[in-house]
């Protein structure tokens, strides 16, 4: 099984809402990951954890908050966004860091902030 | 520092023609790269990866690309393209011993019948 599945596949908000994205993975993947990405962009990396344990957080306004509950699983708990948080929010997993552990990539969560 | 330069934003080919999508890299290690596919509205799905024990690497979908170090290149090749490889395609560098990747700007392959 080489599948990282998220839901839901697509996500219409309110910016008072609170509304939460998961990701699922059972190839005993240690390192999660969450992107965002905006039309016509690259993924942007937004946070990592490694070992159920925040590794990297780059610079990301509190109103995205992930969790960790488990190896398998992974969070994104949303509140408070904005119009321009809209976007196709990925996640990853990969074995760990280094050289050659490629990360495999959910579909994504298409977000709408209205 | 380490950067990754997809040298075209947009590549016409017609069906059956070879494709060439490149990809240049900065790095003042022995990187590791890879090349993914995305369709519209999909995740991203890796194509290939160079793991440098071959500097020739063979992927999915008839993809292959040559790691050269000299030219410090990673270019992205198939022989005959089809209608379904229309999709975008990002180059990948990965920093030995973290876990940030860099991601090219992403080329844009267009099929024409």
């Known amino acids: 099984d080489t599948e990282v599945t998220q839901t839901p596949k697509h996500l219409v908000m309110g910016m008072t809402n609170k509304k939460s994205l998961k990701c699922e993975q059972h190839?005993?993947?240690?390192?999660m990951y969450w992107y965002k990405q905006k039309a016509k962009k690259p993924p942007e990396l937004m946070f990592v954890y490694s070992y159920e344990k925040l590794s990297i957080n780059e610079s990301v306004p509190s109103r995205f908050s992930p969790e960790c509950p488990n190896s398998s699983l992974l969070n994104l708990h949303l509140h408070a966004l904005q119009p321009e948080d809209s976007a196709l929010y990925l996640c990853?997993?990969?074995?760990?860091?280094?050289?050659?552990?490629?990360?495999?990539f959910g579909q994504g969560t298409r977000l709408t902030v209205v | 520092a380490q950067s990754v330069t997809q040298l075209d934003s947009h590549v016409s080919v017609s069906e059956g023609t070879p494709v060439l999508l490149r990809c240049n890299y900065s790095s003042s290690y022995s990187p590791s790269l890879f090349w993914y596919v995305q369709h519209p509205n999909k995740g991203l799905q890796l194509l290939l990866k160079?793991?440098?024990?071959?500097?020739l690497v063979k992927g999915i979908n008839g993809f292959e690309a040559e790691f050269k170090k000299s030219e410090t290149s990673f270019h992205l090749t198939k022989p005959s393209a089809h209608m379904s490889d229309a999709a975008e395609y990002f180059c990948?560098?990965?920093?030995?011993?973290?876990?940030?990747?860099?991601f090219g700007a992403g080329t844009r392959l267009f099929v024409k019948a």
């Open positions: 160079y793991t440098s024990a071959a500097t």
């Open positions: 990853a997993s990969s074995q760990g860091r280094g050289e050659n552990t490629e990360a495999f």
């Open positions: 190839m005993g993947h240690r390192a």
């Open positions: 990948v560098v990965r920093y030995t011993g973290g876990f940030k990747t860099i």
